[in-house]
């Protein structure tokens, strides 16, 4: 939100403090402040250079600085023809000192041409010769002196000034008319000269987008009191009362609703100090009635809505007007303000008389009501319910005369409601973005009495009595007891009742002192007050964020610290996490929002139809919690195809639906390994791809660090998303914990990977986690090993881990270690026929003969020959 200092200053005495404070304290207060742009003031160190920009101030500054001597107020006395051009004028301007002749070609004021003196001059900015300024024909911001020179045989040494050239705005249509009680020879600096804060307005700070929020932070935080706005105006005629009524239809929706009424008003600009403020501020200035709700709602914070009253009554027939609010019927349709037919649904909330719907509640209002100005013969009254600085792209109107009767609409509506319509419909606005945060109820009359107040002074109309307000739901305010020593503990810092009353009053809490207790209510204006111990944190923060973060000391803490209780879950898996960063994977976190379609790529993943919905999806392609981790990590492999190696993992939840209760997050691990086992380098040319057996040395390894014996690994023929022949699964005791192997070619060809195999692995972590590890401790031997090679012909069918298990059951414990080196395939030991080498490790309690070692592999070689008719092989 950009906020000028000149506007601010209605508000709080700002004298003595800098621009470059105020953002200071505002940002140290939650109010982070992006930028400071001047306008025309001096800007810091620099100021004569004209153009700034830096961050060496804490605060990145940008802007133009005006010349006190060369850049003044003037008025038009006189507009001539220019001898030698049609479409150029020259103006008799008088700048308080003497009279100048200006060459212009100004469009705005071409009409006025060869009228003769003016029986009222016109006040405008005038830049004399050498002044600093932006030029006006130029794209973006380019600096400019003005210098002498003879255009069409006249000299011209000076001119009257755009809004761009000034750097209000970027408008450079014409030039600036100011209004008529314009100082005639006082610094342009003086009068209009400003600075501009450009805050974010965090979720938790929306009470505070408005410039009275602002100021009431700055009161608090400088100790400076806070000058509420007079809310003051003259009223006549019947009541508003008598010709309008309303009905809500649900509170929850729509808590509150005003309307006033302001008859006989005159459509034209706004006073340019009106215009200047709105521009600045980021919304560009269309007429007096539409300049009105807007310049009411950056003050109050409460965004405002004006119909055409006129209309209202001649849709009414003979009957008074009556406005109610209520959810639209789905398919129902609304053209709005920017001239956009819109299909409703159910979830929309409309304002509507009994012809029909008006406005898309707290986001746009409809075409059929708006203010019209005919002398523009377009639509052009967007309210404040319209994005900032953005013409409508409405339908040509024809009712031949302006809007004269003002219905004037303040509301309040349910912010999570507001929040979806305006995404739905993608009408970010002014309102909406108030609204969607939440918008105090107590505001909307407020806001109605301000908007009626400028009307009034801007448009000349006269205020109908009283308001039309429906108030079914009224919030209730917070009341929060707090004491010193809560401010002790939490904060760190010693205050008295007394003081930290002080701190909250500026903020306007209502603060009693009770006993040793504060008991503090929470202001009309503020939403985010809770009660009981959230309610004690909200009002501490505010007392922090009063007395100054940056003025709280640096302490030990003085609580005891709680037990420190160990997470036995999530220090397992973090060690998993180490191991296999350790063989060579990389972690990666992908979303858990996606979507059905995005799930059934894993083609036969055997995942149910169905998923955990979510209610309010950011996306279409969020719109359902997942049910495969592995998924998940090949959409982030399948972005990254093109690396010349990949290898990725995750530990993380998948979601399976539970009826209507909470659905179950079992935990799993996904691994995927692609591409090139080792780098490109001078001396490794074509490197082998991974396959099925790097993912089983990786998995060894990790099962090993895991402390794990007793591990298997079985073809896998249930797993539909793994090739045939290329897939295993991991046992450990006996039980399945997962399965690995090279992903299907049905599977694969739904992503977009190259030729390389997809290598993929899925664990059940919480099967995983639950079986119990080995920490066995055994003695060093003391006699030494007998190593010895066997190799035995089997069928090719007859599994490797059936032969290894027979060789340590025979062997017993003198058979130490069996390791399977080498398995060989060829028509010379008969088809249908493989050789399985072995490298047995014998060790005993005693040294160990060469005859006892040939006793043990006999024994074995006899049992294989029996269990699974092998032969040793010569």
């Excluded at 509506?413 to 109820?441: C, D, M, Y």
């Amino acid at each position: 939100m950009k906020i000028p200092l000149s506007w601010l200053k209605d508000f709080i005495d700002l004298n003595s403090l800098t621009a470059e404070e105020i953002a200071r304290k505002l940002t140290l207060a939650g109010l982070e402040v992006d930028e400071i742009l001047y306008v025309g003031l001096p800007m810091p160190e620099t100021a004569a250079q004209g153009m700034h920009s830096s961050t060496k101030h804490e605060f990145k500054t940008n802007g133009i600085a005006w010349d006190r001597e060369k850049i003044v107020v003037a008025e038009i006395r006189e507009v001539k023809a220019h001898p030698n051009a049609d479409k150029l004028t020259l103006l008799d301007v008088f700048d308080g000192k003497q009279d100048q002749e200006v060459l212009t070609g100004a469009p705005n004021i071409f009409h006025l041409k060869g009228t003769g003196k003016l029986e009222k001059p016109i006040k405008v900015a005038y830049a004399k010769e050498g002044s600093v300024l932006y030029d006006g024909h130029a794209d973006g911001q380019v600096l400019m002196t003005l210098k002498r020179a003879k255009i069409r045989g006249v000299d011209s040494y000076s001119m009257v000034c755009s809004e761009k050239e000034l750097g209000i705005t970027d408008e450079s249509d014409g030039i600036i008319i100011l209004d008529d009680d314009a100082p005639v020879g006082m610094p342009l600096a003086d009068y209009i000269g400003d600075a501009v804060l450009d805050i974010s307005i965090l979720p938790n700070m929306a009470r505070n987008a408005s410039i009275i929020g602002i100021a009431r932070e700055l009161a608090a935080l400088t100790g400076r009191k806070l000058m509420k706005p007079a809310i003051e105006f003259k009223t006549s005629g019947a009541s508003v009362a008598d010709s309008v009524e309303i009905e809500i239809t649900n509170s929850e929706l729509n808590p509150r609703f005003v309307a006033g009424l302001i008859r006989n008003v005159e459509i034209k600009p706004s006073p340019y100090q009106i215009q200047r403020r709105l521009k600045l501020a980021g919304i560009r200035a269309i007429n007096n009635i539409v300049d009105a709700t807007n310049y009411a709602m950056l003050e109050l914070g409460e965004p405002l809505h004006a119909f055409d009253y006129d209309v209202l009554k001649e849709r009414a027939g003979k009957n008074k007007i009556k406005i109610s609010t209520r959810t639209a019927k789905d398919g129902e349709k609304l053209t709005t303000l920017d001239g956009v037919e819109r299909k409703l649904t159910s979830t929309n909330v409309l304002v509507c008389d009994e012809k029909g719907s008006l406005s898309l509640a707290g986001v746009m209002g409809g075409s059929e009501s708006e203010v019209y100005d005919a002398s523009k013969e377009v639509l052009d009254a967007k309210g404040i319910e319209t994005k900032p600085g953005e013409m409508p792209q409405g339908k040509i109107t024809s009712r031949g005369k302006s809007t004269v009767n003002i219905l004037l609409e303040g509301a309040a509506w349910n912010f999570i409601n507001i929040r979806r319509t305006a995404k739905q419909h993608n009408l970010p606005s002014e309102a909406s973005f108030r609204f969607s945060r939440g918008v105090h109820p107590s505001l909307a009359e407020q806001g109605v009495k301000r908007g009626l107040q400028y009307m009034a002074a801007w448009a000349g109309g006269a205020v109908a009595p009283d308001l039309v307000d429906a108030y079914p739901l009224k919030p209730k305010d917070s009341v929060v007891d707090v004491t010193s020593q809560d401010v002790k503990r939490l904060l760190g810092i010693d205050l008295t009742l007394q003081q930290i009353a002080e701190l909250l009053t500026h903020l306007e809490f209502k603060c009693e002192i009770k006993g040793d207790k504060l008991q503090v209510t929470a202001p009309d204006h503020r939403m985010d007050i809770d009660e009981g111990v959230v309610g004690l944190a909200d009002v501490l923060e505010e007392v922090a964020r009063s007395y100054g973060y940056d003025n709280i000391p640096t302490t030990s803490m003085a609580d005891a610290l709680p037990p420190q209780v160990g997470n036995p879950v999530h220090e397992w898996e973090e060690h998993l996490r180490d191991l296999l960063v350790a063989v060579g994977l990389q972690e990666i976190v992908t979303y858990r929002m996606t979507s059905p379609e995005r799930e059934a790529r894993l083609v036969g993943s055997g995942l149910a139809s169905d998923h955990v919905r979510i209610a309010n999806p950011i996306a279409p392609e969020r719109s359902v919690l997942r049910r495969s981790l592995l998924t998940s990590v090949l959409e982030i492999a399948e972005k990254n195809a093109r690396a010349e190696s990949i290898a990725l993992f995750e530990v993380g939840s998948v979601f399976e639906p539970n009826g209507n209760d909470l659905p179950f997050e079992p935990h799993k691990l996904a691994i995927v390994m692609t591409g090139a086992r080792l780098a490109s380098a001078w001396d490794v040319k074509d490197a082998p791809n991974f396959d099925f057996f790097d993912m089983k040395g990786r998995l060894e390894l990790l099962l090993s660090g895991l402390r794990l014996t007793d591990i298997s690994y079985t073809a896998a023929e249930s797993t539909p998303y793994l090739h045939p022949g290329k897939a295993a699964e991991v046992k450990v005791n006996g039980k399945v914990v997962g399965v690995f192997g090279e992903l299907h070619p049905l599977a694969k060809e739904k992503f977009e990977f190259g030729d390389s195999p997809i290598i993929v692995a899925e664990f059940d972590l919480d099967l995983l986690r639950k079986l119990n590890p080995t920490y066995g401790i055994k003695a060093v031997p003391e006699t030494p090993p007998i190593y010895e090679d066997i190799a035995v012909i089997v069928d090719a069918s007859v599994e490797a881990a059936a032969v290894e298990a027979l060789i340590r059951q025979t062997g017993g414990k003198t058979v130490t270690n069996v390791r399977l080196f080498d398995v060989y395939v060829d028509e010379k030991i008969g088809a249908g026929k493989k050789s399985l080498a072995y490298s047995l490790t014998y060790q005993s309690d005693k040294t160990m003969t060469d005859a006892e070692a040939a006793a043990i592999r006999n024994k074995i070689v006899k049992r294989l020959e029996q269990t699974v008719g092998a032969k040793l092989r010569s």
